[in-house]
């Protein structure tokens, strides 16, 4: 037989069991949404997709371990967008990270409670002006930063080689793609410092507190096998100021 004081306290102590193992579990898995802008197997998504990750991860957070990551590629188009905007926001994440201006958009439009982190978004340029000025004399072109200049940036290298016009691009990469030169800032370091964003954010950061910070760093890129193919001579003042020079 148990005297009454001995029962109640083995129910005491058995009531206690669950309420202590409860206190032992981790924090819960916190989730984080990305729309990026690019398709899925394109290099340089894939590249500013690492930055961020890296990001994160050198902030303590790892998909599967402490956090969750949702990933969509709208790929430039807007179904696609407007589409992979509205699962995201399903799943109630943290924090969303939109890669680009048309990611952002669709993001605003399907949610105003989730905070969005954006990177490199600006206005969108349109490619058709290439083929109506081209026919002049004495003529150039300068691509502006922007989503769809990024995606269609094979075309726009190729306009501008068909048609024989000296170009500038926003970025890098058009230079490794066979443009003539760029000056812009980083496009992978930006993802990699919205990692920091998000970090803030999960930590309990008012989003609207979280300033946009602007690029420091602007680099000069320069295709010597392109200004050939141009017939052109590359001042050796300007190589020696470029960051990166493809030859």
Same mark, same amino acid.
């Given at each position: 037989?148990?005297?009454?004081?001995?029962?109640?306290?083995?129910?005491?102590?058995?009531?206690?069991?669950?309420?202590?193992?409860?206190?032992?579990?981790?924090?819960?898995?916190?989730?984080?949404?990305?729309?990026?802008?690019?398709?899925?197997?394109?290099?340089?998504?894939?590249?500013?997709?690492?930055?961020?990750?890296?990001?994160?991860?050198?902030?303590?957070?790892?998909?599967?371990?402490?956090?969750?990551?949702?990933?969509?590629? %709208?790929?430039? &188009?807007?179904?696609?967008?407007?589409?992979?905007? #509205? @699962? !995201?926001? +399903?799943? $109630? =994440?943290?924090? *969303?990270?939109?890669?680009?201006?048309?990611?952002?958009?669709?993001?605003?439009?399907?949610?105003?409670?989730?905070?969005?982190?954006?990177?490199?978004?600006?206005?969108?340029?349109?490619?058709?002006?290439?083929?109506?000025?081209?026919?002049?004399?004495?003529?150039?072109?300068?691509?502006?930063?922007?989503?769809?200049?990024?995606?269609?940036?094979?075309?726009?290298?190729?306009?501008?080689?068909?048609?024989?016009?000296?170009?500038?691009?926003?970025?890098?990469?058009?230079?490794?793609?066979?443009?003539?030169?760029?000056?812009?800032?980083?496009?992978?370091?930006?993802?990699?410092?919205?990692? %920091?964003?998000? &970090?803030?954010?999960?930590?309990?950061?008012?989003? #609207? @507190? !979280?300033? +946009?910070? $602007? =690029?420091?760093? *602007?680099?000069?890129?320069?295709?010597?096998?392109?200004?050939?193919?141009?017939?052109?001579?590359?001042?050796?003042?300007?190589?020696?100021?470029?960051?990166?020079?493809?030859?």
């Amino acid at each position: 037989m148990i005297r009454r004081r001995e029962f109640i306290t083995l129910l005491g102590g058995a009531a206690a069991w669950p309420l202590a193992a409860s206190a032992q579990q981790p924090d819960r898995m916190r989730r984080i949404g990305v729309l990026m802008n690019a398709a899925g197997d394109d290099p340089e998504g894939q590249a500013r997709l690492a930055a961020f990750v890296q990001g994160l991860q050198e902030l303590g957070w790892t998909d599967g371990r402490n956090v969750r990551i949702d990933y969509r590629w %709208g790929a430039g &188009d807007a179904d696609r967008f407007r589409r992979y905007a #509205a @699962e !995201l926001v +399903v799943f $109630a =994440p943290d924090v *969303i990270l939109a890669g680009g201006g048309p990611a952002m958009a669709a993001l605003q439009q399907a949610t105003r409670d989730v905070p969005i982190v954006f990177a490199l978004v600006s206005d969108p340029v349109g490619e058709r002006a290439v083929a109506t000025f081209a026919p002049g004399s004495n003529n150039g072109l300068v691509v502006a930063a922007g989503p769809l200049a990024s995606l269609h940036r094979e075309l726009i290298i190729t306009l501008a080689a068909r048609h024989g016009l000296p170009a500038v691009y926003p970025s890098r990469f058009f230079v490794t793609g066979g443009g003539l030169i760029s000056y812009g800032p980083d496009s992978i370091a930006p993802h990699r410092r919205a990692a %920091g964003y998000v &970090d803030r954010i999960l930590k309990g950061e008012k989003p #609207a @507190e !979280l300033p +946009v910070q $602007a =690029p420091t760093k *602007i680099e000069l890129a320069i295709n010597l096998k392109t200004a050939k193919a141009l017939g052109l001579d590359v001042p050796p003042t300007l190589l020696a100021r470029a960051d990166e020079v493809i030859e």
